[in-house]
């Protein structure tokens, strides 16, 4: 492609050389730039690739167009293009490198403190049950459909891979993709390029991801989730939520509101637990209406009110959108997540793995639990390390009151000392009262203990890791994942698996 295509759509301040160039591809990163690339360069806390020294290895590499927001020093013919932001234009020039996938896909975009995958699970079974050929990416991966689903590192990918997905989903014929996009994915600028059809905002909440590791303040949390709504043509917010006026001072694009209040777009009334006494499984059934169409009862497949706000805009983006609402509520009520509230194992006991990692969503997770009618409630959790303390505490305190008996384990210690860790889980649990627990380090041996001191009719859960396929502990990311642990300690305990009927 040549270079004056490529700047065809970005806000160039300046620019100075041969525009004419064949380039041969991007990159952002020394290390793997090429001969004919065009660099664009970064600023990081620890390493500026507009020195001298990393523009002269590039040149040096045959690198001879650059994009940068700052001087820098070139010999030769190399092409400099100024821009105000290269983060932000990264974006730019990924999206023209890849034809602009996104404006030939329906793009709907799921923010929220918590929610957002199950909600993002959620569209994309309703999209997918309706006939669309529909891709989502997401905390649980690259999803494609057909159990081809690819690993990410993170829930909102580099501007790169975003990119560079969306080109593939649009060269194997889909029509539209459901994004999971984090505060930290808009605070990055990851998908600014990117016009969402429809934004879902689902809710927000102090103390998680605050602090020198994420966001530096709550209103700059706030400001980043509002920006995913900014970029799209329509947005959707609960109404609800005690920050919701606070949020949609910041939203600037049409928005609709949806929630417990008659006079919101979208409402959800008479949200009623029930339980499939055929599956022995719980769920939840709703009445939705649109201002004054009746659109029916609902039934979610999975416990827990708060699972209503997550299906309640997903019903009302598939009704935006026109899809038959048999179609969206044979989709809901037949949703799994790997790693969401997820029986890994029923027999005797059942095993459930989730993702829950703070005290809001472990309350939560613990309290919809107690719908499965279980004898006692085992609940194996390790909270993580570099992240606020509030997360240990919270954990802990949920931990303390809705649980029965407690093992406190290894999360994601990072560079943390797991007894540093257990000991703020600790004062958590110490603010329930005088909870049943106890410590144990290894969490392969936590979750052993827990299966073969198990009773008849337990639920044993297994919080913090989810769906994740690793766990990090001092810097190094080690295989391992609770799903498949747990399903080799079925095997080698000889433990017989009840089918769970259609």
């Known amino acids: 492609m040549k270079l004056n295509e490529l700047l065809s759509n970005i806000d160039v301040v300046s620019l100075a050389g041969d525009t004419t160039q064949e380039i ?5 990163d020394s290390r793997s730039a090429e001969a004919g690339n065009l660099f664009i360069c970064h600023e990081g806390v620890k390493f500026d690739s507009h020195s001298d020294a ?5 040149m040096a590499k045959g690198v001879t167009a650059f994009v940068v927001q700052k001087d820098i020093t070139t010999t030769g013919d190399a092409c400099v293009i100024y821009v105000d932001n290269t983060e932000i234009a990264t974006a730019d020039f990924y999206a023209a490198w890849y034809h602009h996938p996104a404006d030939k896909l329906t793009v709907i975009g799921i923010t929220g403190s918590k929610g957002k995958t199950t909600a993002a699970h959620m569209m994309t079974a309703c999209l997918r049950k309706a006939g669309h050929k529909t891709g989502l990416i997401g905390t649980n991966g690259f999803d494609l459909g057909n159990d081809d689903v690819r690993e990410l590192a993170n829930t909102t990918p580099a501007a790169d891979d975003i990119q560079k997905y969306l080109a593939e989903l649009v060269e194997k014929g889909f029509d539209s993709v459901v994004l999971e996009v984090s505060s930290q ?22 103390g998680d991801h605050i602090g020198g590791f994420e966001h530096p303040t709550f209103e700059d949390y706030m400001f980043c989730k509002a920006q995913l709504l900014n970029h799209a043509k329509l947005g959707y917010v609960h109404g609800d939520d005690e920050y919701a006026k606070d949020f949609t001072a910041l939203v600037h694009t049409p928005y609709l509101t949806f929630g417990a209040d008659a006079a919101f777009d979208y409402t959800a009334t008479d949200i009623r637990d029930d339980f499939d006494e055929v599956k022995e499984e719980p769920g939840i059934v709703f009445h939705v209406t649109h201002k004054d169409e009746d659109l029916g009862d609902f039934r979610v497949n999975m416990p827990g009110a708060f699972n209503a706000w997550n299906a309640l805009p997903v019903i009302a983006v598939s009704h935006h959108l026109g899809l038959p609402m048999d179609a969206v509520k044979n989709a809901l009520n037949h949703t799994r997540i790997r790693g969401r509230d997820d029986i890994v194992y029923r027999g005797k006991f059942r095993v459930c793995v989730d993702f829950a990692h703070n005290g809001e969503s472990t309350a939560a997770h613990l309290q919809a639990l107690r719908q499965y009618r279980p004898k006692r409630i085992v609940c194996i959790f390790g909270a993580d390390g570099n992240r606020t303390k509030d997360r240990r505490y919270g954990m802990g305190e949920a931990a303390g009151k809705y649980a029965d008996f407690s093992i406190v384990t290894s999360g994601h210690n990072r560079d943390e000392e797991f007894k540093d860790i257990a000991a703020d889980t600790e004062v958590g649990l ?22 073969e001191h198990a009773q008849d009719g337990d639920m044993i859960t297994i919080l913090g890791l989810g769906h994740e396929h690793w766990q990090e502990i001092k810097g190094i990311k080690y295989e391992y994942s609770d799903i498949d642990y747990v399903r080799s300690l079925v095997e080698k305990m000889g433990l017989d698996e009840e089918e769970t009927p259609e």
């Open 24 to 28: 041969t591809g991007l990159a952002t």
């Open 54 to 58: 990393c523009i002269a290895d590039l």
């Open 185 to 206: 994915g808009m605070k990055m600028h990851r998908v600014d390029c990117i016009t969402f059809d429809a934004a879902i905002w689902l809710n927000l909440q102090r």
């Open 430 to 451: 110490a603010r329930a009262g005088d909870p049943d627990y106890i410590v144990m380090e290894d969490r392969k041996k936590a979750i052993r203990y827990a299966m």
